[in-house]
């Protein structure tokens, strides 16, 4: 009897468990009846008819976010990359995601991977590195194309690493080095430049300074030398403006002559007494004492 009424209750628990079914908020149900596609549970409580219907396929409505594992891919320019990414999507349609395809995760993983290796090929290996955001769109735009029949919509695709080989993460080393020495000797030639540049013209500007300076300096000579030739021309012209007023008096003429006798007696004694060869006789410079004493009997001629 015990048994009979375990068994009546086990068997009452497990109509009960199959009858009746909860669906959560984040999931679609597929229910078959016979084998055959029958419904798509949505999100709360359901009713279904035991040993005819069952529960096929549960999907997560969420959006999922799957790992793309390394792989190898070779660039445009024949150099070997390890590349992963990561693929986020989401079930749109529940029918198409049990029926269209066997394991829709599996297939956008190995899909990712595909078109990420023809991605990659396209470009070259400086690329990889600038390009990430057109490759992500492209890779995108490939899986939704595929995947759309199996009613899963992919979000968005990244990159999330890109590891070159070690020969040429050593070989990009290098490079980078001697390009920051290659800027660091164009920084030095710049500033030597820029210095010599300061240089030359400080020293024009020097240069212009100091002739401005000896320019100036001989306006000022030439304007005082000017000025003393002027101040001597004027009174060398007052000089003979009054010898003038002096010879117009009366008996003035004369003694501009005796002056001038007297001056060239005085001369030619001076050269008579300094030459070795005597061309005049010596008495000739006696003269000088016979106009002296003319010039004393001239003398009341003058005051009359």
Not at 19 to 39: L, N, S
Not at 46 to 73: G, N
């Amino acid at each position: 009897m015990w048994t009979a009424l375990l068994v009546v209750l086990f068997t009452a628990i497990f109509v009960v468990y199959n009858t009746f079914i909860i669906v959560e908020m984040r999931e679609k149900v597929i229910v078959e009846r016979f084998g055959k596609y029958h419904d798509t549970l949505e999100p709360g409580f359901h009713f279904i008819i035991p040993f005819v219907d069952r529960v096929a396929y549960r999907h997560e409505t969420r959006e999922q976010v799957l790992d793309v594992p390394h792989q190898k891919c070779i660039t445009k320019d024949n150099i070997e990359v390890e590349v992963d990414g990561i693929v986020y999507l989401k079930v749109m349609d529940a029918y198409k995601a049990s029926y269209g395809i066997n394991d829709y995760r599996l297939a956008a993983v190995n899909l990712a991977q595909t078109t990420m290796r023809s991605e990659v090929g396209k470009i070259t290996l400086d690329d990889t590195f600038s390009e990430r955001d057109a490759m992500n769109e492209a890779i995108v735009e490939e899986l939704d194309k595929a995947s759309d029949p199996w009613g899963v919509k992919v979000m968005r695709y990244e990159l999330k690493d890109i590891q070159p080989s070690q020969d040429i993460v050593l070989t990009m080393e290098q490079q980078m080095e001697a390009e920051r020495d290659k800027r660091a000797e164009i920084t030095k030639s710049s500033g030597e430049r820029d210095a010599q540049i300061n240089t030359s013209e400080g020293e024009r500007e020097a240069s212009i300074l100091m002739s401005e300076g000896r320019r100036q300096q001989r306006i000022n000579e030439a304007e005082g030398e000017a000025r003393e030739t002027a101040l001597l021309a004027e009174a060398s012209a007052n000089g003979i403006e009054r010898v003038a007023d002096a010879i117009s008096q009366p008996g003035g003429s004369l003694a501009v002559k005796m002056r001038l006798t007297e001056q060239f007696i005085d001369r030619l004694g001076e050269v008579v007494d300094g030459a070795d060869v005597s061309v005049l006789p010596m008495e000739a410079a006696n003269l000088k004492s016979f106009f002296e004493g003319a010039s004393e009997v001239t003398k009341p001629l003058q005051h009359k």
